[in-house]
């Protein structure tokens, strides 16, 4: 697994960044980022030529054919003759020596035991190294195109987190026009309860489904549905571009679930930890309450519902993603960033 470099977040470079419009700061991210995939792309046409392993391990098996009809079938520890061509070779040419005599039979015994003999059996080895090599060569070509596949998505979910600030900040707008719309008519069934039961369930509705909740669960709902949307979508297309097999249907849908229910963990965990930073607020509390929700609300409720992921709590391997990830966002979007801005 690839560990992501530890951006430098210095107080320095925070207030640094007060000068510089989101706008600057997310065009250089862009531009850093494309010529970090061009230069993979670059280094992939070195290290893994455009070459189909399937073709490889094809010849391969061509080389092991040749060399089991040449010596017979290849077995561990193999005392006896195996039946290949050699054998029927070796056979006839000793019949020849045995059932006659004579000057000729033993010049030509000669020559098919020093000479021809031992041939065969030579070349089939050499066979099987040849296709050993084949399959070996396979194997480095799909470990260097899939290490390649790894990095160029870890880019791509990078800026997809950072980016994905715009999109958030105005999905919070809609999330609160959701609530507002909800709680009236919330308000509407109270008044109507109240006018034929005469109970004033009002009060009760504000006090159980405050604005904050119902904003929340809303945020959720459509925040978490769009990043889902955005990450497995491009990391589709990065596995595609990138000769990787793509999730299946069902997989994607199961993942979509984990994604969504994650990043709920992380509003929640985002806001508990607003509550407790002093204020105002600032880049460097921003990315600390980001961390906060990513670490402690994201990443355990993503990886408990994951069945095939042992390993709960963040990873010091996940914390350095998530501190580069949520540091540039921090560093970027300053708190109060309104969409459009």
């Known amino acids: 697994m690839v560990t992501p470099i530890r951006p430098m977040l210095s107080p320095t470079a925070l207030s640094g960044a007060r000068a510089l419009s989101p706008v600057t700061l997310m065009t250089t991210l862009l531009i850093a980022s494309g010529g970090t995939m061009v230069a993979l792309r670059i280094y992939a046409g070195v290290t893994a030529p455009e070459i189909d392993p399937a073709e490889l391990r094809k010849a391969a098996a061509a080389f092991r054919r040749l060399a089991d009809d040449l010596d017979g079938p290849e077995r561990p520890a193999r005392t006896d003759r195996a039946g290949g061509v050699a054998e029927l070779a070796d056979d006839a040419a000793a019949s020849v020596w045995n059932n006659n005599g004579g000057e000729s039979v033993d010049t030509f015994a000669r020559l098919y035991i020093g000479r021809v003999m031992g041939f065969p059996s030579a070349f089939a080895k050499d066979c099987r190294v040849i296709a050993a090599g084949c399959d070996a060569y396979a194997g480095l070509v799909e470990a260097v195109r899939k290490q390649l596949a790894e990095l160029d998505k870890a880019i791509v979910q990078l800026l997809w987190l950072v980016c994905f600030q715009p999109f958030t900040t105005a999905l919070y707008g ?61 990391d589709a297309l990065s596995d595609a571009a990138n000769g990787q ?20 963990g992380y509003i929640l965990g985002y806001d508990v930890a607003k509550l407790g930073l002093p204020g105002p607020a600032t880049r460097g509390s921003e990315m600390v309450a980001r961390l906060i929700g990513s670490g402690f609300g994201y990443t355990p409720v993503k990886s408990a519902l994951d069945e095939d992921d042992d390993q709960v709590m963040t990873t010091p391997e996940e914390w350095a ?7 540039l966002r921090a560093l970027i979007f300053p708190p109060g960033w309104k969409f459009g801005r």
Not at 252 to 262: D, L, R
Not at 321 to 327: L, Y
């Open 174 to 234: 809609v999330a609160q026009a959701m609530a507002a719309a909800q709680m009236a008519r919330l308000v509407r069934l109270a008044q109507v309860l109240k006018a034929v039961f005469g109970l004033n369930v009002g009060r009760v509705l504000q006090i159980c489904l405050p604005g904050y909740v119902l904003t929340t669960l809303n945020y959720a709902a459509v925040d978490g549905a769009a990043y889902a949307t955005g990450a497995l979508g491009l």
């Open 321 to 327: 993603s998530k501190i580069e990830g949520h540091g």
């Open 245 to 264: 097999p793509v999730r299946s249907p069902g997989e994607n849908a199961e993942e979509f679930g984990e994604i969504v229910a994650g990043n709920t």
